[in-house]
């Protein structure tokens, strides 16, 4: 079945074989020896066949990084990230911009 279809079929609204080509970029700037402010940025540089002919994903991700171990030479983290994501699926009957969390 062709994903991105429009004609209101529930069994077509998900593409589990494409994933359209992006652009991640991440600026950070530390302002405590263990802490980080983040943001994420993901640009799409292939359209997804799910969303409308004019949108391309747009992604921000703003966020603070916590260094676990400043004494050692592989040095773990964990973030935190507050997710706005911006793409006009054609499906979604509802608002185009969605809010998540993420911890990692």
Partial sequence: MPCGDSS????KRVCTHILPFFLDLQLSYGFHPRL????DLRFAVQRDPAASPDSH???LAPGVRYWLDQGVAL???VTGQAIYDYTDYIQCR???SRF???TA
């Fill in 8 to 11: 209101g079929n529930a069994s």
């Fill in 36 to 39: 980080d402010f983040i943001v």
């Fill in 57 to 59: 994903e747009f992604a």
């Fill in 75 to 77: 040095k773990f983290y």
């Fill in 94 to 96: 509802r608002a185009t």
């Fill in 100 to 102: 998540a969390t993420l």
